[in-house]
T-cell receptor, first 117, second 109 residues
Framework: DSGVTQTPKHLITATGQRVTLRCSPRSGDLSVYWYQQSLDQGLQFLIQYYNGEERAKGNILERFSAQQFPDLHSELNLSSLELGDSALYFC????????????????FGPGTRLTVT | DAKTTQPPSMDCAEGRAANLPCNHSTISGNEYVYWYRQIHSQGPQYIIHGLKNNETNEMASLIITEDRKSSTLILPHATLRDTAVYYCIVSLDTDKLIFGTGTRLQVFP
């Protein structure tokens, strides 16, 4: 158990709909990351938040957005869903940034499996 | 970030050492080598990281060549539970981990 929790575990929805995935980081971790893993694309970094602020962006579509709340949990919002958005979505957390930080490992949650029909 | 090259798959007998190679010939001086693994659709799990020196922890050992252009992850006594996809990642910092296709390690009885 990594200490990172994600809800829901499974989500089935229809094309065109909007869903919200939730992530609670490990206690004390300030950074949250979102990844998408589909069969044909592998594990893709989407976005990172640090202490409520967006820190880095990866291959995140404009239809997707995320935020990190004051209690440090994060939500990933996926809208106008397409069949190709079906994937595993992972959240990870790490202690976060500091001046000249050491390399932190990322702790991954169990993922949310999204199926778009 | 430097690119990495890993064999797509490897086999290892249970109880034997599993040696997983990774080439990163374009690595720069400040980039770390990280290893993660993913067991069948679970969230990836951190294994180990290093910069220049060899590293060992309770899970594995990381051997980095002197020129830092390649490294080897060693699982000293592989078990069936070590069957997973192993990712070698080279990055300046934790915030930017780019996962490639990894090596699928199959441990057999």
């Amino acid at each position: 158990d990594s200490g990172v929790t994600q809800t829901p575990k499974h989500l089935i929805t229809a094309t065109g709909q909007r869903v919200t995935l939730r992530c609670s980081p490990r206690s004390g971790d300030l950074s949250v990351y979102w990844y998408q893993q589909s069969l044909d694309q592998g594990l893709q970094f989407l976005i990172q938040y640090y202490n409520g602020e967006e820190r880095a962006k990866g291959n995140i579509l404009e239809r997707f957005s995320a935020q990190q709340f004051p209690d440090l949990h994060s939500e990933l919002n996926l809208s106008s869903l397409e069949l190709g958005d079906s994937a595993l979505y992972f959240c990870a957390s790490s202690p976060g940034l500091a001046p000249n930080p050491p390399p932190y490992e990322q702790y991954f949650g169990p993922g949310t499996r999204l199926t778009v029909t | 970030d430097a690119k990495t090259t890993q064999p797509p798959s490897m086999d290892c007998a249970e109880g034997r050492a599993a040696n997983l190679p990774c080439n990163h010939s374009t690595i720069s001086g400040n980039e770390y080598v990280y290893w993660y693994r993913q067991i069948h659709s679970q969230g990836p799990q951190y294994i180990i990281h290093g910069l220049k020196n060899n590293e060992t922890n309770e899970m594995a050992s990381l051997i980095i060549t002197e020129d830092r252009k390649s490294s080897t992850l060693i699982l000293p006594h592989a078990t069936l539970r070590d069957t997973a996809v192993y990712y070698c990642i080279v990055s300046l910092d934790t915030d930017k981990l780019i996962f490639g296709t990894g090596t699928r390690l199959q441990v057999f009885p």
